[in-house]
């Protein structure tokens, strides 16, 4: 059962980083296409955590808790696939 969970935080860690990467990545790009339009790069440290505390954290945290369920349905389904 604390393995379970241990998974759980895991995972919830491990995509909340994934998705503060992804916003970091985006803020990027979008400071590149306004520097090659107006010739002004402002990339900012802020701009990707505020991007990452409005709406990052949500879909990190959802895609955690879907894999560890999508983890339990098959644990599980591969116990009753066993031979007793």
Known sequence: MIANFILLVRLILQCML?????????VFL???IVYFKIGCFSF?????????FESGYAG???LAIGLWIKIRLQ????K?????
Do not use: C, I, N, T
């Open 80 to 84: 009753k696939d066993q031979p007793k």
């Open 75 to 78: 644990e599980r389904s591969s």
């Open 18 to 26: 994934l998705f503060l990467w992804l916003d970091a990545v985006s």
């Open 44 to 52: 900012f440290l802020s701009d990707v955590f505020s991007s990452f």
């Open 30 to 32: 979008a400071s590149l």
């Open 60 to 62: 990190g945290l959802g």
